[in-house]
């Protein structure tokens, strides 16, 4: 069974970190680029950062996204054994808040659509 579980989510005050977890089971997650997302209430699902795959080749070359509100704080890695991705958030504002999603896909994309797979988020809340 193909499975994608967010994890580390939680309640932290502004400047504050959190780590967030992707992990998959039932296929192998570095064959596959992996995204996050977000979504706010009342509004729109947003990319937030991608990391691609990398088979050594200059096409896959694993390279990483992000969106501009989240340069500098954000981080995005894989950990291959642990058939895991990782989002570590740092200096986190309370517009940072909302239901975080990983997905996975064949390349990094912007857009949800391009998605294949979707775990079923976690909560993100940035409040003092």
């Known amino acids: 069974q193909v499975q994608l579980v967010e994890s580390g989510g939680g309640l932290v005050q502004p400047g504050g970190s959190l780590r967030l977890s992707c992990a998959a089971s039932g296929f192998t997650l570095d064959d596959y680029a992996v995204g996050w997302f977000r979504q706010a209430p009342g509004k729109e699902r947003e990319g937030v950062s991608c990391i691609d795959r990398s088979d050594g080749s200059t096409y896959y070359d694993g390279f990483t996204y992000y969106v501009d509100s989240v340069k500098g704080r954000f981080t995005i890695s894989r950990d291959n054994a642990k058939n895991t991705v990782y989002l570590q958030m740092n200096s986190l504002k309370p517009e940072d808040t909302g239901v975080y999603y990983c997905?996975?896909?064949?390349?990094?994309?912007?857009?949800?659509?391009?998605?294949?797979?979707w775990g079923q988020g976690t909560q993100v809340t940035v409040s003092s």
């Open positions: 997905a996975a896909s064949v390349r990094c994309s912007g857009s949800p659509a391009g998605y294949n797979y």
